[in-house]
């Protein structure tokens, strides 16, 4: 397609670009691997390419490559990187000095950690700048505070003023955007600028880079895993994966008519078929006006919450980070003590405290972690993580042990190979795998489970999922399902509770939740979820009641 | 299980210096060519064929005083490493896992032993009390349990906040269960090469107290007392002093060595096998 | 200066003095209360009961503990150390000359010692993983396992003996001129340089390496600063706290070498005075001696933190 494009109109042509890096694996020799296997890109002035894929794609080491930059013994040892008309890679050190912060800047995933904390904004902001001596101190100066104002920050003339700690994570990623286009670079490298932001968070700051990059006709890479958020912002889309190039193409055809499989999986990933069940007549387990705090403070993580799980059933929890979510699940599993309010199960009270509690009521609540790598101890095999509860609780041992942990590796789509295996010898996917088999080893009636796919790549959680509501379907287990994603929440939920700020703004039946009218808070937080339509942003921005959070 | 040739050349070789030096000390009466305090020659006689280290102060064959030095330094600091460790270890893990008024007052009260230099306080409490094996070792042992109590409980209260050490929690384990099997093995390595660490650090400590005249009492003689024998004739040029002062730097390397290379090898494995 | 700051600094002194204080009863208590009469060790085993006695009525070990340790804190802070036991002269007046001493060695070995190691420190993160770092690493874990009069044997019969460069006796005394006394403690002072050198290069390295890896000297990277701009504008800001932290601990570390490296050179200062009055057990003089080397080191402590408080932003710019 490159070709087929007027040359003069390109900024950046990236030829068969290979990267490697070494590896010192325990124990062995040293070794090369590559990261980037002679991947071409192009990029006209003024557009915007998506870069799209799961961990270890080589996305970040590609959108560095064009500042020639490598993180960590990183090396381009292959191909070219044409920028405005010459290879970069020839020009040496002083080269990429020269280039750095004036053709090209760079948007980091995590502005909080990316803003030196010593010095105030401006002068960070400005530095570039004012190092490549394309504008004078008050000339750049000026510009931020325009920059500022574009970007929708509180108090433009004066926020320069403040240092990095002082202001909010979503204000710090726009104020890293600023900074970018404040030298009025050709190109900018935005590498998973909104991924940790929360997602109400997240959709003001996806429209003031968009903004922004129109109105100063920019290009850029726009680097991310999550395909509806690429969607919204880019012309063209790459999908990569281990470092290979799987489909280029125009952001609609990419979405609505992908080529590859890999893709088409990409785009589908959310699609789980989940007929919602009608909640039975009689809750097995009753949250009533529970409220709860941390230590001995006042502030209320848990304010008069009510909710029930009905048996076999998925209760979705949704809220951004701080709603009390996660705090609600260390309620009912005793771990934090209700200061007020009951836990009832099978009819009748729960131990306020773990400790108090009877083996029999913990084996039934069991919990699967968010993030499975420090869910289970390093030093014990599989064998032992899933074979304990059924030590534990029901005295099997020895053969028939094996035997049973053997069918729950069955279960779980690991055969018996895993057995003798150590966690750190696991993938992500894996892990989590094995953590749902520990707590399917107590038969347990309610599994909670903690953010349990956000720490994993799209296709891998997607895979955990259809996992666990096979698994409802055959042990007819219930789910308290904690999540922030709201798609994951629509794929398997029966019932969902909306929490914000320690209360339930929203509680019933998942069609009833997810049909207007609407609350305010949830009308936000459904309106923030990006989709995968070209012109959702616009859309979204324009419905909305109620500023988001983290503003 | 372990391949030789895996094990990288330094820590090999402390390896081997190590073992040196326990063998010396453990079959001393049988290798040294001398007694102890047997005066065979003239004083501060060079290095020859018949005293191969040459003589000390009082005309006693060198190589025969430090072979029997090895013996009294390894003893001494090995038992004052085993008393460290245990005492701060198992405080130090109680401590974690029981919390509480229970772990302020431990916590405290290293504190406070941690706020003056081990070397100066050793000297206030070696001021009263009797110069002899037992006092030694007990006064090394508590005062240097200090840091092993601060090592251990921080890796415990870290091991103790981990998701797997909350689901055996969850699952209702006891509290021996959680020490002994969620929160010990993870804790090991880094124990292990603090061993090595503090074992480096009671020869060192030992050396410097009977160096100052204030540990192991003659005839008796350590490495570090040694040094106090024979410092006199540094200013005639006598290198006899250097000798045991050497000996106790090349047994700290080689420990180091070692530790080092069990720290590396455990923490690149991240947990796992090994 | 804000309030938050101000609040978090006084915080920080006031534990200090209060634990000045504790580890003044710990002293106090390590003397006096431990198995082993004063009055017994000091006249030996075949005292009579009645010298004993006599003894213990001089020292005023008959009134109970409690009396005894505020008389002696009483007398400390009125600067009242008591007199010796075994010479009878007054510990305070014997002393004054020798902290002089003391903190004479200590000055000019932390002067020497303190820049070089943030310099060596730098050189090491500059050439990361080369030879020179490798071998600053190499030396620095030699230099952790010499004892120190190792060191300090080695620089007397090379520099003192064999080369008659430098006295190997570091004689000192009222009125000597600046040079010959520089000339006298060349030694000590190279011998706590070297003790002191390595551990704090290693942890100056580890500072800076650490705040090397951070995403914002990427950052300052990616906007195409010079290599020596990076370290200089984004690095060394925030690895100013760190440092002061590491070369405050080790300055407590050096107080504590001082003791042995003064014995060796037999120079007149507080470890060799602290040294010889434990040898003939003379507890008024080491408790002083053992309040004085602990209230220092607690103080340089503080310092650290509180230069750690005053370094940080999130304190001083607080939201």
């Known amino acids: 397609m490159a070709d087929s494009k007027a040359k003069s109109g390109i900024l950046l042509d990236i030829r068969n670009l290979r990267i490697e890096a070494t590896v010192f694996p325990p124990g062995e020799a040293p070794k090369n691997i590559v990261l980037v296997h002679d991947v071409s890109l192009t990029l006209e002035k003024g557009k915007v390419l998506g870069l799209i894929g799961e961990s270890g794609a080589g996305k970040s080491t590609i959108g560095l490559s064009s500042m020639g930059y490598g993180r960590g013994g990183v090396r381009i040892t292959g191909g070219e990187v044409i920028l405005n008309g010459r290879d970069i890679l020839k020009g040496g050190k002083e080269g990429f000095r020269k280039l750095r912060g004036r053709e090209v800047c760079y948007v980091a995933q995590s502005a909080a950690a990316a803003f030196n904390p010593a010095h105030r904004l401006m002068d960070q902001v400005v530095e570039a700048t004012l190092l490549h001596g394309t504008a004078t101190r008050a000339e750049a100066e000026k510009r931020a505070v325009a920059l500022f104002k574009k970007l929708s920050l509180p108090n433009p003339e004066t926020i320069g003023e403040r240092f990095p700690h002082q202001v909010s994570g979503g204000q710090l990623q726009r104020v890293m955007t600023a900074m970018a286009l404040c030298s009025e670079p050709d190109l900018i490298v935005f590498d998973e600028p909104t991924t940790a932001l929360d997602v109400t968070t997240q959709i003001d700051v996806l429209a003031a880079i968009k903004d922004a990059i129109r109105d100063t006709h920019v290009a850029a890479l726009y680097i991310t895993h999550d395909l509806a958020v690429v969607a919204q912002v880019s012309d063209e889309i790459m999908v990569l994966r281990h470092g290979r190039l799987v489909e280029w193409g125009g952001t609609r055809q990419i979405i609505k008519e992908p080529r590859q499989e890999y893709t088409n999986a990409l785009v589908s990933v959310h699609e789980i078929e989940h007929q919602e069940q009608k909640p039975g007549t009689t809750p097995f387990l009753s949250v009533k006006n529970v409220t709860a705090a941390y230590g001995r403070s006042h502030i209320k993580v848990l304010k008069n919450v009510s909710v029930d799980i009905y048996p076999g059933q998925t209760l979705a929890v949704v809220g951004e980070s701080g709603s009390g979510k996660s705090t609600l699940a260390r309620a009912i599993t005793g771990l934090l003590p209700p200061e007020e309010g009951t836990v009832t199960f099978d009819g009748r009270p729960l131990a306020n405290k773990l400790a108090d509690r009877p083996k029999e009521d913990l084996r039934q609540l069991q919990m699967i972690y968010q993030m499975a790598d420090v869910a289970m101890n390093p030093r014990q095999t599989v064998g032992t993580i899933i074979g304990r509860p059924l030590e534990f609780y029901f005295g099997i041992r020895g053969r028939e042990r094996d035997r049973r942990v053997a069918d729950l590796l069955d279960k779980i789509e690991m055969g018996k190979g895993f057995i003798d295996r150590y966690p750190a010898e696991l993938s992500g996917g894996q892990k989590q795998r094995v953590c749902i088999a520990r707590s399917l080893a107590a038969k347990p009636k309610l599994i909670i489970c903690d953010e349990v796919t956000s720490a994993l790549d799209p296709l891998v959680a997607h895979g955990i999922l259809e996992l666990l509501l096979e698994l409802q379907k055959e042990e007819s287990v219930a789910y308290l399902f904690i999540t922030h994603d709201l798609a994951t929440v629509k794929s398997i939920a029966d019932s969902i509770a909306v929490m914000y700020r320690g209360e339930v703004v929203r509680y019933g039946a998942k069609s009833k939740v997810l049909t207007p009218p609407f609350d305010a808070y949830t009308d936000l937080l459904l309106s923030s979820v990006p989709e995968m339509e070209i012109g959702w942003l616009e859309k979204a921005i324009k419905g909305r009641r109620m500023a988001s959070a983290g503003n | ?274 | 200066m804000s309030s938050p700051i101000v609040k978090l600094v006084a915080q920080r002194v006031a534990l200090g003095i209060v634990l000045l204080l504790a580890v003044s009863v710990l002293i106090f208590a390590g003397t006096q209360i431990l198995p082993g009469d004063v009055a017994q060790a000091i006249l030996g085993q075949s005292a009579t009961p009645e010298s004993l006695a006599n003894l213990r009525e001089q020292l005023g070990l008959n009134q109970p503990a409690y009396v005894r340790y505020f008389q002696w804190l009483g007398g400390v802070l009125t600067g009242d150390l008591g007199t010796a036991m075994s010479s009878g002269q007054d510990i305070a007046t014997s002393i004054k000359g020798r902290l002089w001493n003391t903190l004479f060695l200590a000055f000019w070995a932390a002067i020497v010692a303190v820049p070089l190691a943030i310099i060596l420190g730098l050189i090491a993160v500059r050439y990361r993983n080369g030879w020179v770092d490798k071998l600053i690493s190499g030396l620095a874990l030699a230099s952790t396992s010499f004892p120190e009069f190792f060191i300090g044997y080695v620089l007397v019969y090379f520099f003192a003996v064999k080369w008659q460069i430098f006295p190997g006796i570091s004689t000192v005394y009222d009125g000597m001129p600046f040079g010959e006394r520089m000339q006298a403690i060349a030694l000590p002072a190279t011998a706590l340089t070297l003790v002191v050198l390595a551990h704090m290069m290693r942890m100056t390295r580890a500072a800076i390496l650490n705040v090397m890896q951070s995403a914002y000297v990427e950052t300052a990277e990616l906007k195409g600063l010079s290599a020596f701009n990076v370290i200089r504008k984004h690095a060394f800001p925030n690895a100013i706290a760190p440092i002061i932290n590491v070369v405050m601990l080790n300055l407590a570390y050096l107080i504590v070498g001082v003791v042995v490296v003064e014995v060796i050179f037999v120079y007149p200062g507080m470890g060799q005075y602290l040294v010889d009055h434990v040898t003939k057990r003379d507890v008024p003089v080491v408790q002083a001696v053992g309040l004085i080397f602990a209230a220092v080191y607690i103080s340089l402590n503080i310092i650290a933190d509180i230069a750690a408080i005053i370094a940080n932003p999130r304190l001083r710019h607080p939201k």
């Open chain 2, 1 to 274: 299980m372990l391949d030789i040739k895996r094990i990288p050349i330094p820590a090999l070789i402390g390896i081997v210096l190590t073992a040196l030096f326990v063998l010396a000390a453990i079959f001393a009466p049988w290798i040294a060519p001398h007694g102890n305090g047997e005066i065979v020659g003239d004083v501060w006689e060079p290095m020859s064929a018949t005293h191969w280290l040459g003589t000390d102060n009082l005309g006693r064959d060198l190589l025969s005083r430090m072979i029997y030095g090895a013996r009294i330094t390894l003893f001494i600091a090995v038992l004052a490493t085993a008393l460290s460790f245990s005492l701060g270890a198992i405080l130090g893990f109680s401590a974690a896992v029981f919390g509480g008024w229970f772990d302020t007052l431990l916590s405290r009260l290293v504190d406070l032993l941690m706020s003056i230099p081990t070397l100066i306080m050793a000297l206030v409490v070696l001021s009263v009390l009797p110069t002899n094996l037992v006092t030694l070792i007990l006064v090394m042992g508590v005062l240097d349990s200090t840091r092993v109590y601060r090592l251990s409980r921080a890796v415990a209260v870290d091991i103790n906040v981990m998701d797997y050490v909350e689901a055996a929690k969850l699952r209702g384990e006891n509290e021996a269960w959680i020490i002994f099997r969620e929160i010990l093995p993870n804790a090991l390595s880094p124990l292990v090469s603090e061993l090595g660490l503090r074992f480096i650090y009671a020869v060192l400590f030992l050396s410097t107290l009977s160096f100052l005249g204030l540990g192991v009492q003659p005839p008796d003689a350590d490495w570090g007392g040694m040094v106090k024998e024979n410092k006199d004739g540094i200013v005639f040029g006598i290198a006899a002093a250097l000798i045991p002062a050497a000996a106790i730097a090349a047994l700290a390397i080689s420990v180091n060595l070692v530790a080092d290379w069990v720290l590396n090898r455990t923490t690149s494995l991240k947990g796992g096998r090994g």
